[in-house]
């Protein structure tokens, strides 16, 4: 597969979010189920793989450690830090904790978890408001001076928040969502960001949360442990609404022979050469499906009219609940 750079870390074009794998999406995969299908994208070309303590919580972390164990030098390995996660029971409180002692106890833990003696990206998952993005890039970039730590990233950060950290140590990477149905990237200054300052951009949620795909529609019935079952964007009524975007790719899919959601992909790759999405699966022929858009070639005006296509349709419902939105662009 092509490569990438991320600030200065290179890695495949298409990354593998395996959070899905372990929570999220409903039940989790199986065990070896899993570690198969992280396996299986290496074995195609994948070198970015992504995740994180709060995905479980934990056990996402330990089944990419042992999944990508054989082959640990040959891969990218991404996590994040940033939740108040009871490190025995796993329970979650709702909160935020960027404080530099709980870092460097987290980090800990992830290396245990993820049988490495280095985390290649380390993501604060969310800007904690309690600590100063001094302090946090700070206690980063200790890690990463010893050896702990091979590069820094923030995820939904604000422009402010992003600035005050690569003052301190570089951010190699930011993570936000970024599809064709959610672009607030484009306009509120975050890619522009990026570019300025040399940042690599990984977009999460790439294809809406499978809804590009088309493989979901307004009576698809979701259970209650996924989490598009309380995302007003997922409502009946709205996915009802929002089929008017899955049609438009089908409609360009057709005539490139290719699937929506390889367009919906190929069209974030064309963005910028520095943009690095990472779908997620749990199924061997969707991950082949997603892994073949980097040989889908959109000429520019095809991804100009793409773009502006797309957004003439009003999306409807927010990307996430409320209460989730409340820890973005900090």
């Not at 890695?11 to 372990?22: D, E, K, Q, T, W």
């Not at 936000?176 to 990026?194: F, P």
């Not at 095809?302 to 990307?319: D, M």
Request: charged share 20%; proline share 6%.
């Amino acid at each position: 597969m092509d490569k990438r750079k991320l600030g200065t870390l290179e890695v495949s074009a298409l990354g593998y979010g395996c959070m899905g794998l372990s929570s999220g999406y409903g039940d989790p995969l199986p065990r070896p189920e899993a570690i198969r299908m992280i396996r299986s994208a290496f074995e195609r070309g994948v070198t970015l793989f992504d995740t994180a303590e709060a995905y479980g919580p934990f056990t996402n972390e330990s089944l990419v450690g042992e999944a990508l164990e054989p082959f640990r030098d040959q891969v990218v390995i991404a996590t994040k830090f940033g939740f108040d996660i009871d490190p025995v029971t796993g329970a979650r409180t709702g909160g935020l904790n960027s404080r530099p002692e709980h870092i460097r106890t987290v980090v800990e833990a992830m290396l245990q978890r993820l049988r490495t003696d280095r985390i290649d990206l380390l993501y604060q998952h969310r800007v904690d408001p309690q600590v100063p993005m001094e302090e946090v890039a700070g206690t980063v970039k200790a890690l990463i001076l010893a050896g702990k730590v091979r590069h820094f990233g923030l995820s939904e950060a604000g422009l402010a928040s992003i600035r005050r950290a690569h003052a301190v140590q570089p951010v190699t990477a930011l993570q936000s969502e970024y599809s064709l149905w959610t672009r607030d990237v484009e306009t509120n200054g975050t890619l522009a960001l990026c570019e300025e300052l040399g940042i690599g951009f990984v977009p999460f949620t790439p294809l809406g949360a499978g809804f590009l795909t088309g493989s979901i529609d307004a009576t698809m019935k979701l259970a209650p442990n996924d989490f598009r079952s309380i995302s007003p964007r997922f409502t009946s009524r709205a996915r009802a609404a929002n089929m008017a975007l899955v049609e438009l790719l089908r409609s360009i899919a057709g005539r490139k022979e290719a699937t929506p959601a390889q367009i919906a992909l190929a069209w974030l790759l064309a963005q910028k050469p520095w943009i690095v999405p990472i779908p997620g699966t749990t199924k061997l022929h969707r991950l082949e499906e997603n892994l073949g858009a980097v040989q889908v070639a959109l000429a520019p005006q095809e991804v100009a009219a793409l773009g502006e296509s797309a957004a003439r349709i009003r999306i409807q419902g927010a990307r996430m609940p409320e209460a989730v939105l409340a820890l973005t662009s900090r």
